[in-house]
């Protein structure tokens, strides 16, 4: 591993330990050219996911887009980053864990908007709103009615 201070290869782990839930190595290291201690993450490659958008072009899977989207549906819920970011750590290993590395958009949109009914109606309608490109009050209440009947189904089932 290379010195983020002098360049130099040496180094040596002084410490390692889980991070990001177990999905990646945390390491402080110390080099042995200057002694400068810094820290690396190590983590399993993946093979990146396509994307394919609503317009056809396809693109590689972007986590900070979905985060971003998040974190503006979620200002003043009170839900917290770490939550928004554990989300997005699920979604991601749901995707990796298919078969194809292909994914639709609009699934992408639905896998967030399952979550975000489960944790805050008010973020579940913003993220809705951009997404399925809401035209006016009626679109509102159509989200709203479908996040109450999925609560009563799953009341009727318990």
Same mark, same amino acid.
Do not use: W
């Given at each position: 591993?290379?010195?983020?201070?002098?360049?130099?290869?040496?180094?040596?782990?002084?410490?390692?330990?889980?991070? &990001?839930?177990?999905? +990646?190595?945390?390491?402080?290291? @110390?080099?042995?050219?200057? &002694?400068?201690?810094?820290?690396?993450?190590?983590? %399993?490659?993946? !093979?990146?996911?396509? !994307?394919? *958008?609503? =317009?056809?072009?396809?693109? /590689?899977?972007?986590? $900070? *887009?979905?985060?971003? #989207?998040?974190?503006?549906?979620?200002? *003043? /819920?009170?839900?917290?980053?770490?939550?928004? @970011?554990?989300?997005?750590?699920?979604? @991601?290993?749901?995707?990796?864990?298919? $078969? #194809?590395?292909? %994914? =639709? +958009?609009?699934?992408?949109?639905?896998? %967030?908007?399952?979550?975000? +009914? @489960?944790?805050?109606? %008010?973020?579940?309608?913003?993220?809705? $709103? !951009?997404?399925?490109?809401?035209? #006016?009050? =009626?679109?509102?209440?159509?989200?709203?009615?479908?996040?109450?009947? =999925? *609560?009563?189904?799953?009341?009727?089932?318990?």
């Amino acid at each position: 591993m290379q010195c983020p201070s002098c360049q130099n290869t040496d180094s040596r782990v002084l410490e390692s330990r889980a991070a &990001d839930a177990g999905r +990646s190595v945390r390491r402080r290291r @110390e080099c042995l050219h200057c &002694d400068f201690r810094f820290t690396t993450y190590e983590r %399993v490659e993946t !093979v990146p996911i396509t !994307v394919l *958008k609503r =317009n056809g072009n396809r693109e /590689t899977f972007n986590r $900070s *887009k979905i985060l971003n #989207g998040l974190t503006m549906a979620c200002q *003043k /819920t009170g839900l917290e980053q770490d939550r928004l @970011e554990s989300m997005v750590n699920e979604l @991601e290993l749901q995707l990796q864990q298919r $078969s #194809g590395r292909e %994914v =639709n +958009s609009a699934e992408i949109g639905e896998m %967030v908007l399952d979550q975000l +009914s @489960e944790m805050s109606e %008010v973020a579940y309608v913003r993220f809705a $709103s !951009v997404y399925r490109h809401f035209r #006016g009050i =009626n679109d509102f209440v159509a989200a709203l009615e479908g996040i109450h009947a =999925n *609560k009563e189904q799953l009341a009727a089932v318990r």
